[in-house]
């Protein structure tokens, strides 16, 4: 997926103070939904939940590694086809992925500063705290994410 798919500068968005980027998150049992449903998606997301996790984790380091501020913005399978039907799509493209979800529609408490809070609730959605999930194993740790206790 390109980075413009998976990160969309907001330089005039009131609820970003500088310019940013969103990205786009789909918990794991949110991603296996839209692969079921959808899977052509896998190549543009990812062939896994934690090749989904990393390309979007590796785009809000890029972001945030060129000064912007980067959030996070949950997405789900049910909301996904609610927006392709809304525009009478009936087989999703990186396009579609791009435009979802439709950030007007998305409320700022929903959204997801990167990055996290070490004690927050992961960004990827697993509820588990980001220092014992993700962040052990972000870019530079290496290695799939712990998921649980």
């Known amino acids: 997926m390109s980075d413009e798919a998976l990160v969309r500068f907001l330089p005039d968005d009131p609820a970003v103070r500088s310019p940013g980027g969103v990205g786009g998150v789909l918990a794991r049992a949110e991603y296996q939904a839209v692969i079921a449903r959808w899977p052509q998606l896998a190549a543009l997301l990812g062939r896994t939940w934690d090749e989904c996790r990393r390309r979007t984790e590796r785009y809000c380091v890029v972001v945030d590694g060129n000064g912007l501020r980067t959030v996070q913005v949950p997405g789900d399978a049910a909301g996904l086809g609610e927006y392709l039907a809304a525009t009478g799509v009936a087989e999703p493209s990186e396009r579609d992925l791009v ?4 950030l007007r529609t998305v409320a700022s408490s929903a959204m997801t500063a990167w990055p996290p809070e070490r004690n927050a609730p992961c960004w990827c959605g697993s509820g588990v705290k980001y220092k014992r999930c993700c962040r052990p194993r972000g870019l ?3 290695g799939p994410p712990h998921h649980g206790g």
């Open 140 to 142: 530079t740790a290496g």
């Open 99 to 102: 435009a979802y979800p439709e």
